[in-house]
């Protein structure tokens, strides 16, 4: 007895995820991902002092999508390396033509997503990125989430003190969502916490 799958027994749902992931792998070669920056201010001043770093995606049928519709199926499947990797390239650069226009006291924020920070090649990424564009690495803020923070705590802190002695900003996003041990987060070498509203 044999068992034959074919497209026809697809929901529609599945088949509109099976499109999007194939598109999705096209999305990076096509260069469709592009990066929208929100500005931040100091809260008391109301100068601007940087901005963050967010990713959507110019569909060519769909339009303008935004995280929530891909980026779990590119952590799914692995293709969050990469773009990630686009981001965090595509920040610098951006950083790089503000810090030459004079905006040397602005940071760039880019959000890691639970598989980036896992990667292996991670810190050597994010050194390679600030190279690349001849930017100084406390121009950078790196930001992750508390519950990603705490998945394995002690991992965590070796990447993120090695991030830290690179110079580089930490930010942990989603603070006060998740169980935290206070010690491990005493520890992080984190310059700011972002709390959930």
């Known amino acids: 007895?044999?068992?034959?799958?074919?497209?026809?027994?697809?929901?529609t749902t599945q088949r509109k995820q099976l499109q999007l992931l194939?598109?999705?792998r096209n999305a990076l070669d096509q260069e469709q991902f592009r990066l929208?920056?929100?500005p931040k201010f100091d809260a008391v001043s109301g100068i601007a002092v940087g901005a963050e770093a967010l990713v959507r995606w110019e569909h060519p049928q769909q339009g303008l999508l935004l995280p929530a519709t891909f980026i779990e199926l590119a952590e799914k499947t692995g293709l969050i390396i990469p773009i990630g990797e686009w981001v965090l390239n595509e920040a610098c650069r951006q950083m790089s033509v503000w810090y030459a226009l004079g905006y040397e006291h602005w940071r760039i924020a880019v959000n890691l997503s639970a598989l980036q920070f896992c990667h292996a090649g991670l810190v050597k990424s994010v050194a390679d990125a600030l190279d690349?564009?001849?930017l100084p690495a406390n121009s950078l803020t790196l930001e992750i989430t508390e519950t990603t923070a705490m998945s394995d705590a002690d991992a965590s802190m070796t990447v993120l003190q090695q991030l830290?002695?690179?110079g580089?900003?930490?930010s942990i996003d989603d603070f006060g969502t998740?169980?935290?041990?206070?010690?491990?987060l005493k520890r992080l070498p984190a310059n700011e916490l972002?709390?959930?509203r």
């Not at 998740?178 to 491990?184: A, C």
């Open 1 to 11: 007895t044999g068992y034959n799958f074919s497209a026809a027994s697809m929901n």
């Open 22 to 24: 194939q598109d999705l």
């Open 164 to 166: 830290s002695d690179m």
């Open 194 to 196: 972002k709390i959930d």
């Open 168 to 170: 580089v900003d930490l």
């Open 36 to 38: 929208y920056y929100q």
């Open 132 to 134: 690349r564009h001849q």
């Open 178 to 184: 998740g169980y935290s041990s206070l010690m491990y």
